[in-house]
Every structure is written in structure tokens, then in C-alpha cells.
């Protein structure tokens, strides 16, 4: 058996500047920031403004913030993966481009996606990599421009996405931090619920799907509050469990940045208190596949090293799980 553990060595992140703030969205949807903020918990969102730049923009920005920060250089890098559900085009994978622009051309990189739980799939996906002894540097990143996908006269998802991105690297660790144990489940129920109807094999584009808008996201809200609610809650409660961790164990919950109201049933499933739930929904909204690392990049300084981290995320397919992670550094 080998004891060779995956640790997060690094964060990086980037937001757009812009911000979208409730008050401005009362301006274009029929909405108000009563009603959203005591919905979701958002405040506002960054969004990317400039059309001629796509998800690759922030992900590139996010992997020079981890690499500037941790002082190595892009050639130490074995692999890229992108977390995504917003890529630069069909078919080319984002991955590759952002490798080549970094310069990290011993890389080799691929995207993945599994909509909300994407990074956290790839969490699982990166540190296997590390433990299998086969590659020392795989830098995972989560990077979603949200907002080229919504329908802005849509007020059920335009109010709750924004654009951003985060990653993390992960190296081999010999002191039992890192990596520990994983729940990850997957439904298909959930394909009617949560997706983009149009674009696809089953439906190509054409101009009645963009007539008649098949090419931004669609939820059925309610259903998917409902399945995101008991998931979420259950998988982080099993992971506790076939971790014999207590509410005094876990340090913090790392969950995704979906609605407040959601990450607080988890919490209280939990038993946890607020002052142990990373939050950053009110600043960023729902960042798709980058919300968790933009709160371990927010909330870096205040992790120490052996802390317990119990990750949990919900998104369309259905895909959920949790991850029980030991942090590794000192910031």
C-alpha cells in the first residue's frame, strides 16, 4: 500500500470586475433585492462583460494567481484539468488552450464536466492522479462564464449565476494530509430538470432552437431545490459517518455556492454552526463548477494545516457527493 496522499498545496482565483448587483437586475427582470436576497442569499455577481473573451480568460488568470503564489514555474505541471459546463466551443477542449497559454507545455489537459459538481469531481479525478505515483503537479481548475448561457429576461436563473474561477494544485503528501475519502453519486433523473436543451447531439442548433431561446439554461426550480436539498445534506452527514467525525471534528463545510437556504439545511444536517460554513454566495452568486475553490481562495488565510474540510456540491444530471479533505499549509 502505498502512503502517498493528495494534498491542495496551492489556491488561485479571478473574478470579473463587474459587478451585477440586485438593485441593477430590478432594472431588467421583474424582480427585487428582498426577494432575492431572502431566496438565495445573493447580493450580486461578477460578470464578464467583454464578449470577445470566453471561459479560458478566467481560468488562465486563475492558474497564474496559483502559480505566482506557490513560486513554481508552468513547465512543472504534469496535468490540467478544466472543470467546466461553460467551454470556449464544442468539441476543442478549454484545458488545452489554457495549458498552452500558461506555457505549462509538459502538460497534458483535458476538461470535465459534471455542471455544479464538476470541481468536485475533479478533486476526485486530480487526486487520484497524485496517488497513483504517476504524476507529481495536477492543477485543477473550475472556471464558468455563466452568464453566456442565461436569459436575462428569465428571472428564475438570471438572478442566481455569475462568472468566475478557482484552482487548486495538488502534489503528493507523506504526513497523512490531503486526499481522505469520497462519496460521489450521480442520478439521471435529474436530465429534465437542470440543462440547456439545445446544442447537443439530441437537439443540433438550428434556427428554431435559438428562436426559441433552447440555448440558455433551464431549471425547474423548485424540483431541483428539492433534490439539491436532501443530497446535499445526506452525502455530507455520510461522509461524517464513515469518518467517524464529529461536529467538533470538522472544521469547516465547503459547500457549493448554489443558495444560502441549501448550504444551511447541510450545515444543520451537519450539526455545524455558521462560524464553521465558508459563504461567499451574497458576494458571487453561483459560479457553477468554480464556487468551491473561490471560497477556499477566500477563506485561505484562516485554514491551518491538518484542519478537516468536508466539500459537498448538488448540480444538474443529477451529480452530488462530498469529499472529506485534510488541509495541508500554513498560509
Known sequence: MSNITAAITAVGAYVPEYRLTNEILETMVETNDEWITTRTGIKERRILKDDTKGTSFMAIKAAEDLIAKRGITPEEIDLIIVA????????????????????????????????????????????????SGRYKKVLLIGAD?????????????????????????FEPNSENLGFVDEYLRSDGIGREFLKIEAG???LPPSEETVKNKKHYVFQDGRTVFKFAVSNMADVAAQIMTRNELTKEDVTWLVPHQANKRIIDATAHRMGLDDEKVMMNIHKYGNT?????????????????????????????GFTWGSIYLKWAYNS
Open 84 to 131: 467546466t459546463a461553460t467551454p470556449d466551443m464544442p468539441v476543442a477542449a478549454t484545458a488545452a488552450y489554457v495549458a498552452s497559454e500558461i506555457g505549462a507545455k509538459n502538460a497534458f489537459a483535458y476538461d470535465l464536466q459534471a455542471a455544479c459538481s464538476s470541481f468536485l469531481y475533479g478533486m476526485s479525478t486530480a487526486a487520484s492522479y497524485i496517488e
Open 288 to 316: 457553477t463548477s468554480a464556487t468551491l475553490p473561490l471560497l477556499l481562495n477566500d477563506y485561505e488565510k484562516q485554514l491551518k494545516k491538518g484542519d478537516n474540510l468536508v466539500f459537498a456540491a448538488f448540480g444538474g
Open 200 to 202: 447537443g447531439s439530441l
Open 145 to 169: 462564464k455563466m452568464s453566456s448561457i442565461l436569459d436575462y429576461t428569465d428571472r428564475a436563473t438570471c438572478i442566481i449565476f455569475g462568472d468566475g474561477a478557482g484552482a487548486v494544485l
